[in-house]
């Protein structure tokens, strides 16, 4: 990273503009040098370069554990590596939580995966493991939603973990995955928390989070539907998009987007919103930070 300023300068800024916004925030999958981290090494890499910073979450990208196939290997040959990410992890005090947006529908594949990441986000303590709730394709949205409610209760209560599942907005307007959607599933089942992708929102949408008054409809609908403590440690993600009438077509950088950051920061402190707050800019770390930049003096 090339830096204007020293980094303990940086830090400090972004540090006090996190402890003003009451949100963590961080970035997805990986930094400039390694977009998405798919070692222990390079996560590690990610944390360290994301502390001098002064970041406070990361989200670890599927990839990362796409080699594992049975959750045995988990412990017999990956074990060590993801103490090494959870050591390092709270020893910056960095947030971690883990992502699959592509899961299997067959179910004997589909009750693998869910074990296998349930039990690599409870090794590393992370905070929650979020799905794209869209992976029963061929039925109708209503019913899919009862199976995947159904499925969810079944493999938290058999698992027996204390990780909640992260329940992702989904971009595309014939998939399972609106905010309503979203909150009937988090009010239907146990251990789960609904996860906010503004860009998917926005682009299922047609661009409907164009101003402050649209965020705030989501945030007060999940406070009204899900009580006032949903949206005291709420789980967001940012970034641009393009969409036509299907949804998300591509996701951008923020600044080239029609859905602004700012209209997001203002809704969420005129509603006392606190929580995470994940980037998923292609331009990685630099662009959060002229970003911040820019909230240095909103946020006082």
Same mark, same amino acid.
């Given at each position: 990273?090339?830096?204007?300023?020293?980094?303990?300068?940086?830090?400090?800024?972004?540090?006090?503009?996190?402890?003003?916004?009451?949100?963590?925030?961080?970035?997805?999958?990986?930094?400039?040098?390694?977009?998405?981290?798919?070692?222990?090494?390079?996560?590690?890499?990610?944390?360290?370069?994301?502390?001098?910073?002064?970041?406070?979450?990361?989200?670890?990208?599927?990839?990362?554990?796409?080699?594992?196939?049975?959750?045995?290997?988990?412990?017999?040959?990956?074990?060590?590596?993801?103490?090494?990410?959870?050591?390092?992890?709270?020893?910056?005090?960095?947030?971690?939580?883990?992502?699959?947006?592509?899961?299997?529908?067959?179910? +004997?594949?589909?009750?693998?995966?869910?074990?296998?990441?349930?039990?690599?986000?409870?090794?590393?303590?992370?905070?929650?493991?979020?799905? +794209?709730?869209?992976?029963?394709?061929?039925?109708?949205?209503?019913?899919?939603?009862?199976?995947?409610?159904?499925?969810?209760?079944?493999?938290?209560?058999?698992?027996?973990?204390?990780?909640?599942?992260?329940?992702?907005?989904?971009?595309?307007?014939?998939?399972?995955?609106?905010?309503?959607?979203?909150?009937?599933?988090?009010?239907?089942?146990?251990?789960?928390?609904?996860?906010?992708?503004?860009?998917?929102? +926005?682009?299922?949408?047609?661009?409907?989070?164009?101003?402050?008054?649209?965020?705030?409809?989501?945030?007060?609908?999940?406070?009204?539907?899900?009580?006032?403590?949903?949206?005291?440690?709420?789980?967001?993600?940012?970034?641009?998009?393009?969409?036509?009438?299907?949804?998300?077509?591509?996701?951008?950088?923020?600044?080239?987007?029609?859905?602004?950051?700012?209209?997001?920061?203002?809704?969420?402190?005129?509603?006392?919103?606190?929580?995470?707050?994940?980037?998923?800019?292609?331009?990685?770390?630099?662009?959060?930070?002229?970003?911040?930049?820019?909230?240095?003096?909103?946020?006082?």
């Amino acid at each position: 990273m090339v830096m204007a300023e020293p980094l303990n300068m940086i830090r400090k800024k972004t540090l006090k503009i996190q402890e003003r916004l009451g949100m963590r925030v961080g970035i997805a999958y990986g930094i400039s040098k390694t977009p998405i981290a798919k070692t222990a090494d390079e996560v590690v890499d990610a944390l360290t370069e994301l502390y001098k910073v002064g970041f406070k979450a990361f989200l670890l990208p599927k990839e990362l554990f796409s080699k594992i196939k049975d959750p045995q290997e988990i412990f017999k040959e990956h074990y060590s590596e993801l103490l090494k990410i959870k050591t390092t992890a709270q020893k910056y005090n960095i947030e971690l939580s883990l992502h699959h947006d592509d899961l299997p529908e067959e179910p +004997h594949k589909l009750d693998s995966v869910l074990k296998i990441f349930f039990n690599i986000a409870h090794i590393m303590d992370c905070r929650t493991f979020i799905i +794209h709730p869209n992976f029963y394709k061929m039925v109708p949205q209503n019913q899919a939603l009862k199976i995947l409610v159904h499925k969810i209760n079944e493999v938290v209560n058999t698992l027996n973990l204390k990780i909640k599942l992260g329940i992702e907005t989904t971009g595309r307007v014939n998939e399972l995955g609106s905010l309503e959607d979203v909150i009937e599933i988090a009010k239907r089942t146990t251990q789960t928390e609904p996860i906010i992708n503004f860009a998917n929102i +926005h682009g299922r949408g047609s661009g409907f989070l164009r101003d402050e008054s649209n965020f705030k409809f989501v945030l007060n609908k999940l406070k009204n539907e899900l009580g006032p403590q949903s949206t005291q440690n709420s789980y967001f993600l940012f970034s641009g998009v393009s969409y036509g009438p299907s949804g998300v077509i591509k996701y951008l950088p923020s600044t080239k987007s029609d859905m602004k950051l700012v209209n997001l920061i203002k809704a969420a402190m005129s509603t006392g919103v606190k929580g995470t707050l994940i980037f998923e800019d292609p331009n990685r770390e630099q662009s959060i930070l002229d970003i911040l930049k820019e909230f240095g003096d909103m946020v006082r």
